[in-house]
């Protein structure tokens, strides 16, 4: 079984730049794609970020977040981060950790959030204009 704890999330400005962490414990070897989730209220749960941790570093980002984000992995602490710069009133929600067991990320099924085995608790983002 592996758990995922996120951290860093909190209030900011528009414009302004908060990181995420998501450490994962259990089996995290198992893991073979990780990313993340939000959902604002009122609204579906979206992906945001993925990336590859089975190998090859491979990235996938929602089109609103391109060139503002980014999805990095420290293998040692089996951690995954995002940076989020020039953060926006409409990138405030609850941010999910979510992890894959089988395969790696995949263009055609990243952002389904059925595909994922692992949840974290989730950690609130606020950007306020």
């Known amino acids: 079984q592996v758990q995922l704890v996120e951290s860093g999330g909190g209030s900011v400005q528009a414009g302004g730049s908060l990181r995420l962490s998501c450490a994962a414990s259990?089996?995290?070897?198992?893991?073979?794609?990780m990313g993340w989730f939000r959902q604002a209220p009122g609204k579906e749960r979206e992906g945001v970020a993925v990336i590859n941790t089975g190998g090859g570093g491979v990235t996938y980002y929602v089109d609103s977040v391109k060139g503002r984000f980014t999805i990095s992995q420290d293998n040692v602490k089996n951690t995954v981060y995002l940076q989020m710069n020039s953060l926006k009133p409409e990138d405030t929600g609850m941010y999910y950790c979510?992890?894959?067991?089988?395969?790696?990320?995949?263009?055609?099924?990243?952002?389904?959030?059925?595909?994922?085995?692992?949840w974290g608790q989730g950690t609130q983002v606020t950007v306020s204009s």
């Open positions: 259990g089996f995290p070897y198992s893991i073979k794609c």
């Open positions: 979510a992890a894959q067991q089988s395969l790696g990320c995949s263009p055609g099924s990243w952002y389904a959030r059925g595909w994922y085995n692992w």
